[in-house]
Nanobody
Framework: QVQVVESGGGLVQPGGSLRLSCAVS????????LDWYRQVPGKRELVAST??????NLADSVKGQYTIWRDNARNTVNLQMDKIQPKDTAVYFC?????????WGKGIQITVTS
């Protein structure tokens, strides 16, 4: 049984930092591309991705602000969010994909508020 579980969300003040983690079990983790998406009403955005070789990509909207990395020994993928702004308020989803197989977490809320 595949499980994708996000953690680390919550309330954060503007200018603060937050780290999201996603633990994935039940798959051959190292083979999967791992992504973080965020969703606000009416829009879902891919913000960060890391491939099976550890290569990373960030959306233009978060470059210089977010960092993604994977830990194949712990089957986790992390998203470091710095200089957080109100625009970062969203539900963040972890996504694992390999060929036609893909799995989603349930999502975790981040709310930026002073």
């Amino acid at each position: 049984q595949v499980q994708v579980v996000e953690s680390g969300g919550g309330l954060v003040q503007p200018g603060g930092s937050l780290r999201l983690s996603c633990a994935v079990s039940g798959i051959t983790f190292r083979m999967y591309t791992l992504d973080w998406y965020r969703q606000v009403p009416g829009k879902r955005e891919l913000v960060a991705s890391t491939g099976s070789k550890g290569d990373t990509n960030l959306a233009d909207s978060v470059k210089g602000q977010y960092t993604i990395w994977r830990d194949n020994a712990r089957n986790t993928v992390n998203l470091q969010m710095d200089k957080i702004q109100p625009k970062d308020t969203a539900v963040y989803f972890c996504h694992a994909k390999f060929e036609e197989l893909e799995y989603w977490g349930k999502g975790i809320q981040i709310t930026v508020t002073s």
